[in-house]
C-alpha cells in the first residue's frame, strides 16, 4: 500500500457549461499538511469537495485512505458511503447542530453514523474538546460559543470521525480577524500531531509556516505545487507571482 494518503488523478467536474475542475492531479502524503491556495472562483474549494464527494467529480480516479473511486462510472452508494468515511470535514460555518450541546455535536457522527457505543464515544470527544482547549464548554451550546469556538469545535468534531484525512474549507474566513490565531493554533497542533490535513486557506503566512506541500489553483488547474518555499518562497509561474504580491502587499 502507498505511503500517500490521497492520488487524484484526471479530476474533472462542471457545473452545467462551468468547468471548474479540469484534469487535476496530485497526491498528499500521509501524516502531511496540504494547503490549497488561489484567487475566489480558481476551483480550490471545488477540489476539497470531491475529496469528500460533497461535489462528487464528473472523472476521474481519487483514492482517499483505503478507498479508491473512479468516478468516471456510476458509483454504487455503499461505495462511496465507504469513501466519505475516510475524511473528516470542517466548514467554513461551522455546521453545527444548535439544538445539541457541544458534547453531543462532538458525539452525534461516532454515535449515529458509526454506531460506536456511547461512552465510548463521549470519552473520546471530553478528549478532543481538551485537544482544542474547550472542555470547560461540553455542556453549553452552539449559540454561548464565540465563531472561533465554534469552529473549534467544529474539528473536534471532524475528529471524532477517525478519519484517515481531515478537510479545512477556509476555516477562518468567517471569523472576526481576532479569532482566526485561535483556530489556526489548533490546526498548527494537528500538523505536528501527524494528521494528514488538505487545507483551502487565504491565509498565506499560516500555509508557509505549516505545509509540506502548497497547491496553487488557478482556473481549474494546478499551475504550482511544492514545498512552501518554493512555491510561495520562489514561485516559477507569473500568475502565482501576481497573486501572491496581492495578498502579501495589498497597498
Sequence with gaps: MSEDRIVATGVRKSFGPLEVLKDVSFTVARGSATTIIGPSGSGKTTLLRTLNALDAPDAGVIRVGDVEIDFSAPVAKNRLKEYR??????????????????????????????KRPPEEARAEAVTL????????????????????????????RA?????KVVLF???????????????????RDLAVEGWTLVIVTHEIQ???????????????????????AAVIGDPQHDRTRQFLQRILNPL
Excluded at 169 to 186: C, F, M
Excluded at 206 to 220: E, M, W
Design 85 to 114: 468515511a475516510q475524511s473528516g470535514f470542517v466548514f467554513q460555518s461551522h455546521n453545527l447542530f444548535p439544538h445539541k450541546t457541544v458534547l453531543d455535536n462532538v458525539t452525534e457522527g461516532p454515535i449515529v453514523a458509526q
Design 129 to 156: 474538546l481538551e485537544q482544542v482547549g474547550l472542555a470547560d464548554k461540553r455542556d453549553q451550546y452552539p449559540f454561548q460559543l464565540s465563531g472561533g469556538q465554534q469552529q473549534r469545535v467544529g474539528i473536534a
Design 159 to 163: 475528529l471524532a470521525l477517525k478519519p
Design 169 to 187: 474549507d477556509e476555516p477562518t474566513s468567517a471569523l472576526d480577524p481576532e479569532l482566526v490565531g485561535e483556530v489556526l493554533a489548533v490546526i
Design 206 to 228: 499560516f500555509a508557509k509556516q505549516v505545509s509540506d506541500q502548497v497547491l496553487f489553483t488557478d482556473a481549474g488547474v494546478i499551475l504550482e505545487q511544492g514545498p512552501p
